[in-house]
């Protein structure tokens, strides 16, 4: 009979540092056969939504979170039952993921206990990967799927279902060579309990055993001047308008907490200047129009955004100083030779900024089907996190909301950010002579340390010339 063990999979850092996710959903149930690198669940990091594929092929034999839950990394999410001495790549060592370094050597355990590391040496397997995502990858060696198989009951593993445990000490206790977990001592399906009431188990005393929250703790609680008085830290989404309060707290997490602590680090770290300019693009609007009807553009989706972004581009190459950033490490200015043009895009889960690598070697045609890519994928929640970063200057385009003009915050680490007004139509003078004309305010904020206002006030110059007689293009080109 085949010999098994326990594998456990830990939340990867699924880029630049991330030290948290969020499970959405899981795609598999305890019981379940996979395979190396079925997709077993969907996660929240701070920027976007990610597919988690499987490192070992095997059968799920715990689920350590429930949806909903963040995670911190290096956190076991999910155990394995896998062949002895079998792993990701068929009998080699389990996935090594990327970690802090306090955590590094916890990561990847074998069944008894010993670094991922260890097991690796003990049977001589090559240490390569093929990552399938940011931080981790599974060894890829062979094109052959395990056959199904009757699993076996682990004995080496915690609850064996999702639902909620009995409270007992194996429930929660912290296994062997690990430190007992900072956070208040819970089941998932407790914390989860917690959240939905907006109960700070900080303050919940624990009367199970060894000071474990049980289900009866919270519903107490919740009782308790103390848990009417609400607590930031532990409210969750719709806490208070459930029980009839005059609040609905929603917790900062995911894209939004890091856009909040992106566009914070930006306002006070960036000298922001702001510059507005209106003009008149109503020869922009007849182009549109004239394009639209044209076979050459047939099954393409052309907006005044992608003129817009098309003028950004050219207006860069007489102004190069906006497509630049500031490298406070090594006190230079970095100037970059490429555009990668990020759109701001406002999505259910909060705003995100995802860029068009190489936005400057497309044609318009290929810029249109870019744009659509784009906002679709935004829109869905699927932008990866190599889409949201790497970005060297940035569009908002907030005339979709019937906005004329604003002040837009950079985004970290860009010199310049364009914000688009709506097109309306006003009165205008043309030939000495009051006209009705399509206007548009166009609002440029940069960074006053590598943009002075000569350089902004000629990219606008050169963008509003653009958007208002799109011939201009031909003397920048």
């Known amino acids: 009979m085949t010999a ?23 795609k598999v149930a305890v019981g379940d056969t996979v395979t190396l690198n079925q997709v077993i669940a969907e996660v929240e990091t701070a920027k976007a939504v990610v597919e988690l594929p499987s490192p070992f092929a095997g059968v799920v034999a715990e689920l350590h979170e429930q949806p909903g839950t963040v995670v911190e990394v290096g956190k076991p999410i999910v155990s394995f039952e896998v062949d002895d001495g079998g792993s990701s790549n068929g009998g080699g060592a389990p996935v090594a993921v990327k970690e802090p370094a306090a955590d590094r050597a916890a990561v990847a355990t ?126 969750g989404a719709g806490a208070g308008a459930g029980q009839g309060g005059r609040e609905t707290r ?16 930006s306002a006070f770290t960036a000298p922001h200047v702001t510059e507005f300019l209106t003009v008149d693009v109503t020869a922009t609007m007849e182009l549109l129009a004239r394009l639209r009807g044209n076979r050459t553009f047939e099954g393409f989706k052309l907006t005044p955004l992608t003129i817009a972004a098309k003028a950004v581009l050219v207006a860069l190459g007489n102004n190069p100083s906006l497509n630049s950033r500031w490298d406070e490490a090594s006190q230079e200015i970095v100037q970059f030779n490429y555009v990668n043009l990020g759109i701001a895009a406002a999505t ?46 940035s569009i908002t385009n907030i005339g979709v909301f019937g906005i004329d003009a604003g002040t837009p915050i950079l985004n970290p680490g860009e010199a310049a950010i364009v914000a688009l007004g709506a097109v309306r139509k006003a009165p205008w003078i043309v030939n000495d002579e009051l006209a009705v004309r399509q206007v548009m305010s166009l609002s440029l904020s940069f960074d006053h340390r590598l943009v002075d206002g000569e350089q902004g006030s000629r990219f606008l110059a050169d963008l509003g010339a653009i958007l208002s007689d799109p011939a201009m293009v031909m003397t920048m080109i």
């Open 4 to 26: 098994t063990m326990i594998k456990e999979f830990r939340l990867p850092d699924l880029g630049e540092g991330l030290t948290e996710s969020e499970i959405l959903s899981w």
């Open 110 to 235: 074998s069944a008894n206990g010993a670094p991922a590391a260890t097991a690796a040496e003990a049977v001589g397997s090559p240490a390569k990967r093929e990552p399938n995502l940011v931080g981790y990858g599974a060894v890829v060696e062979h094109s052959g799927r395990p056959t199904r198989r009757a699993r076996s009951q682990p004995q080496d593993v915690m609850s064996p279902t999702n639902e909620a445990p009995a409270v007992t000490e194996p429930a929660v206790s912290p296994r062997a060579g690990e430190d007992a977990p900072e956070r208040p001592r819970s089941t998932p399906p407790v914390r989860k309990l917690a959240r939905d009431l907006g109960i700070n188990l900080e303050l919940v005393p624990g009367t199970g055993q060894g000071g474990l929250i049980t289900r009866e703790d919270v519903q107490n609680f919740s009782t308790t001047p103390a848990a009417q008085a609400g607590s930031p830290a532990g409210a």
């Open 250 to 265: 929603t917790a900062i997490k995911g894209v939004r907490k890091f856009t909040a602590a992106a566009m914070v680090q």
């Open 348 to 393: 259910p889960r909060g705003l995100t900024v995802p860029n068009i690598k190489d936005a400057d070697r497309l044609t318009l045609r290929e810029l249109s089907t870019a744009l659509t890519e784009l906002t679709d994928t935004a829109r869905a929640g699927k932008t990866s996190p190599s889409e949201l970063s790497g970005g060297t200057i």
